[in-house]
């Protein structure tokens, strides 16, 4: 099983709240992702970063911000929370390098706004 | 525009039985094609990866194939058991980014009865 950890599983909060949304990962790589899922739907990639001090936006446009100052640590920051940011959140991690590298997904947070 | 496409969108089948989710995917220039399992609330979970000059691979009671002069993909799954219930993710990388760029498909909601 796969160590990577997101904190927390499960969140309700009220629009306007600031929540950051943790993601760990003990395996030391060096790429790290964050996913936004909805019910039935493919995962969309929000953010990335190539290791400490990088990030990058995804395919999917975000309010969403993160930051990368530990390599095992990767979290999303949303400043103001609104009903439309209601959603699954998977973090996920995979080794640098070419070729057919795995990525090691977090169990995913469950964010509901109201 | 690169996507990936499954079928069936959902699955029925009863216990002990096989069945076949297929596939089918337009990235090009294609690096590999991964399966995944997501259960429920949770992470996707890798099962197998595929790189061009494979055709099969199999993890336990599932076997993956590949033909890479259709685009397409198949997971075979033997003797179905009731954990099977998940939702199975079809995703392809492609090789035109150091990121080695995903692209997901909407999955298979599998269900085993009993």
């Known amino acids: 099983e796969a160590d990577i950890y997101q904190t927390p599983r499960y969140l309700v909060i009220g629009t306007g709240k600031k929540i950051t949304l943790e993601c760990s990962q003990t395996?030391?790589?060096?790429?790290m992702y964050w996913y936004q899922q909805d019910p039935g739907m493919e995962l969309h990639l929000i953010h990335y970063?190539?290791?400490?001090?990088?990030?990058e936006k995804g395919d999917l446009s975000s309010e969403s911000t993160v930051s990368r100052i530990r390599t095992e640590h990767f979290p999303l920051t949303l400043e103001s929370a609104r009903p439309s940011h209601t959603s699954q959140y998977l973090c996920a991690s995979s080794p640098l390098g070419q070729g057919a590298r795995e990525q090691y997904f977090g169990p995913g947070t469950r964010l509901t706004v109201t | 525009k690169n996507q990936v496409e499954q079928s069936p969108q959902s699955l029925i089948i009863l216990e002990g039985k096989n069945c076949t989710l297929q596939?089918?995917?337009?990235?090009?220039?294609?690096?590999?094609l991964r399966w995944y399992k997501q259960d429920t609330g949770r992470g996707p979970v890798s099962l197998t990866i595929?790189?061009?000059?494979?055709n099969t691979k199999s993890n336990g009671r599932y076997t993956a194939t590949l033909d890479a002069d259709t685009k397409q993909s198949s997971l075979h799954i033997t003797a179905s058991q009731l954990s099977d219930s998940a939702s199975y993710i079809c995703v392809v990388s492609d090789r035109g980014s150091t990121l080695g760029r995903l692209y997901f498909g909407r999955g298979t909601q599998l269900t085993v009865w009993p």
């Open positions: 596939c089918n995917y337009t990235v090009s220039p294609f690096s590999n």
């Open positions: 595929m790189t061009f000059s494979e």
């Open positions: 970063s190539y290791g400490v001090n990088s990030t």
């Open positions: 395996m030391g790589h060096d790429k």
